[in-house]
């Protein structure tokens, strides 16, 4: 079995949360990932503008710093969204990643966006998927000699939870990639909710949507299905349309997660940060409140096995009342199911473990 490695949120004086951050990495042996002089991308989410869900930069200077100690050149990054808002272009990331704390002086590295300045610098790199058999990575990923994913445990609207897999199936794609990924998933105006605002026109990066007599009208041969239409709606009158080929964007996800890592499987490794739990993804422009407590961090050298153990730690909290998490708010019941009940989350963990990036049974150590 995977070994997952997790500490829980308690601190003393000699010992902070930044030293439990050190112990994790270091029992997930990471000096056996990072060699000298190893170019090492640090995989995150610098958060969308306006959201406050994000990881604390002084987290990520714990990465950093460790990764240094072992003569590596680590560099945080993310690709740019295919949606229109703070981080659809270099430009605009760069500045919203160093408006959310995310600069040198703060995290100790340079910030490099993948992708390209806008998104479409990458390589075709070539996979044994179900689904697909080559993806579009961005050309920074590729490069690197090692990686390192920093996630944010959370809900996903698309996938039920984005952990390790989101981050890097989604997170290490070019535009391209993201659109193949998005390419099932198509939204719907629901006639009785739509205010015909015309806000969702200009944030659709296909120019699908167009304002109608009353209502909006989005055009499926030209929709991408990125969501972001479904996101900025201020009437959530914009749904998405779930049909069977949702289970092929979770395959997708977990075929473009094994092709980002493709050559740096024994130079991989991963940290999972179960705090701020919300049950929507990171690159909304606002943050809901937390559906349960905070739980602790968790370390790997699994991905499947990371995301597995998270999810079953989340499970297993009792939900927090005042929040989007209505029902199944008891120890054990299903959140995700709860937050997004067409979603079947187990797709991707599932996936990742037929494509043998790892296994679901796993031993939880704690540090």
């Known amino acids: 079995m995977a070994k997952v490695y997790f500490t829980d949120l308690r601190t003393t004086p000699t010992r902070s949360l930044f030293s439990k951050i050190e112990t994790l990495l270091e029992r997930a042996q990471i000096a056996k990932k990072v060699q000298k002089n190893d170019l090492v991308a640090i995989k995150l989410h610098f958060g969308e503008h306006g959201n406050a869900a994000y990881l604390r930069p002084v987290f990520l200077r714990v990465v950093v710093d460790k990764v240094k100690s072992l003569g590596g050149k680590p560099f945080l990054t993310d690709s740019n969204t295919l949606y229109v808002g703070s981080r659809s272009n270099a430009v605009s990331h760069l500045k919203t990643a160093i408006e959310n704390g995310f ?29 697909l058999k080559e993806v579009h990575i961005a050309q920074e990923i590729v490069e690197a000699d090692a990686l390192i994913a920093v996630s944010h445990f959370k809900g996903h609207e698309l996938s039920g939870f984005g952990g390790a897999l989101k981050n890097l199936g989604m997170g290490c794609a070019t535009r391209t ?9 198509a939204p719907m105006v629901n006639s009785k909710l739509c205010k015909g605002c015309g806000l969702c026109v200009p944030y659709c990066p296909g120019n699908a949507i167009y304002a109608g007599k009353k209502i909006a009208e989005i055009d499926g041969a030209k929709c991408v299905g990125c969501g972001e239409c479904v996101v900025v709606c201020p009437s959530k009158a914009i749904e998405i349309q779930w049909n069977e080929e949702q ?11 094994a092709g980002s890592l493709k050559g740096k499987e024994k130079k991989s490794l991963f940290l999972n940060f179960l705090m701020q739990i919300d049950p929507c993804c990171d690159c909304y422009p606002n943050n809901d409140a937390p559906i349960v407590r905070d739980i602790g961090i968790l370390g790997s050298a699994d991905p499947v096995a990371i995301d597995t153990a998270s999810n079953d730690l989340v499970m297993a909290e009792e939900g927090l009342p005042n929040t989007a998490l209505k029902r199944g708010l008891g120890k054990g019941e299903d959140k995700w199911r709860s937050l997004h009940p067409s979603i079947d989350w187990n797709i991707q963990l ?10 679901r049974a796993y031993t939880l150590v704690k540090v």
């Open 247 to 257: 289970q092929k964007f979770q395959q997708k996800i977990v075929e473009y997660a």
């Open 350 to 359: 599932d996936h990742g473990e037929r494509l043998k990036m790892g296994e």
């Open 103 to 131: 600069d040198y002086s703060c995290v100790g590295c340079p910030v490099v966006i993948a992708g390209g300045l806008r998104g479409q610098t990458g390589t075709k790199v070539p996979i044994q998927g179900e689904v």
């Open 177 to 185: 990639g993201k659109m193949e990924q998005h390419s099932s998933v």
